[in-house]
């Protein structure tokens, strides 16, 4: 009964505290005020070493969000009785950024046990790591709670694969509530990071049927890739992703596409519509709007399938789910 009046009481103060539907900005600022001031810390210390991790961090939000919602679940290790999304073959051996996580976690650990969650963590460090890179900076809504399984068998209907055209990417994404448009702005992270030459290297040797090499490839950037990524799939190589501007969001990513010159059959498929062909040149025109449209995506992917007030738990080792 006391519960009940103090959650009426609540209902007039404030809706969404009471049922709880949603994240929001500024979670933790009563329960662990620091929480976003440790992350970006921690996030700038790693990127300081090696830049590249800011991609790492954008693609483990993304990689999270689309398998299971934004719940932590690519965070957690395999045990001997279970497979987990991180060693699928769509994570392991290319995603990169866990121990950044790792080193956000044990410090807010010591400062405020059992309240920031791994899945709040990774959609910060993201939006640090956009930030950082030079894209713009967002709030981001937390409260995401840590979810309890992670199966490496959810990536491969829920990750698109880079040999996907632009009605499979439409469709992907359509799956998990976003237009066309925005599946357009959010493929634009490709701006930043690297991919290993076994992404893509059939579209250099192993085309199809009847071409070795895909047409629709810049056959100069072809000839660059092809002595960067030489037949015989080592799973070591890797290339960036944007050649001009590794590091950097900006919008080379699709003038890189308007030059024939993106990395993917996904990334290059987008100038084989008309409509999304011509977002890229919007896109490659107007860095401000895309970097303004990416925030808001990124924003609306953070809140695909959130465990909210009592779902789930927060991790206290976001590798491993609680005891
Ligand atoms: C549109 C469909 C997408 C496909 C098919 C796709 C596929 C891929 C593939 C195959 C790689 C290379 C992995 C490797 O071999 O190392 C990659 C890298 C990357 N992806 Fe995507 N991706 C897509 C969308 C996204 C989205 C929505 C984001 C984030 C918002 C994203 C962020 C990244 C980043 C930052 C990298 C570089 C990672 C690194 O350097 O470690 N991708 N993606
Ligand atoms: C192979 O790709 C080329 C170029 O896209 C195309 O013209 C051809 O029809 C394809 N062949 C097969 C067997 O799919």
């Known amino acids: 009964m006391k519960k009940l009046l103090v959650c009426i009481a609540l209902v007039l103060v404030s809706l969404s505290r009471c049922v709880e539907s949603q994240i929001e900005v500024g979670f933790y600022e009563d329960s662990c005020e620091m929480a976003e001031f440790i992350i970006k810390d921690e996030v700038t210390k790693a990127l300081n070493k090696d830049k590249g991790l800011a991609a790492g961090l954008v693609r483990m939000h993304f990689h999270d969000c689309f398998v299971r919602g934004c719940d932590g679940s690519v965070l957690i290790d395999s045990t001997p009785s279970n497979t987990a999304e991180k060693d699928s073959p769509a994570n392991n051996p290319s995603l990169r950024g866990f121990e950044v996580i790792d080193n956000a976690k044990t410090r807010l650990e010591a400062m405020c046990k059992g309240v920031v969650s791994c899945a709040d963590i990774l959609a910060f460090a993201a939006r ?12 981001v809504p937390a409260g995401r709670r840590d979810g309890r399984v992670s199966l490496a068998s959810e990536t491969l209907t829920n990750l698109p694969p880079p040999s996907f055209n632009v009605d499979q990417l439409t469709q992907n994404f359509a799956n998990k509530g976003f237009t066309q ?21 059939n579209r250099l ?12 490839l810049d056959s100069r950037y072809a000839a660059i890739l092809k002595q960067k990524c030489p037949q015989g799939n080592d799973p070591t190589l890797v290339v960036p992703m944007d050649p001009p501007s590794p590091n950097t969001m900006d919008t080379s ?3 890189g596409i308007i ?14 519509n008309p409509t999304t062909a011509n977002q890229v040149n919007q896109n490659a025109r107007n860095p401000f709007i895309w970097k303004n ?3 808001a995506a990124m924003v609306k992917m953070g809140k695909i399938g959130v465990l909210i007030g009592t779902a789930g738990e927060i991790r206290a080792n976001c590798r491993v789910i609680n005891g």
């Open 128 to 139: 640090d790591s956009v930030e950082i890179t030079g894209g713009f900076g967002y709030d």
């Open 181 to 201: 448009l925005e599946m357009v702005t959010l493929s634009g992270a490709h701006t930043i990071g690297r991919s290993h030459c076994t992404s893509f290297n």
């Open 205 to 216: 040797y192993s085309f199809n049927a009847t071409v070795d090499q895909d047409p629709s």
């Open 253 to 255: 990513y699709y003038q």
């Open 259 to 272: 030059a024939n010159r993106g990395l993917f059959t996904s990334d290059q498929t987008l100038l084989t």
């Open 293 to 295: 449209n990416f925030a």
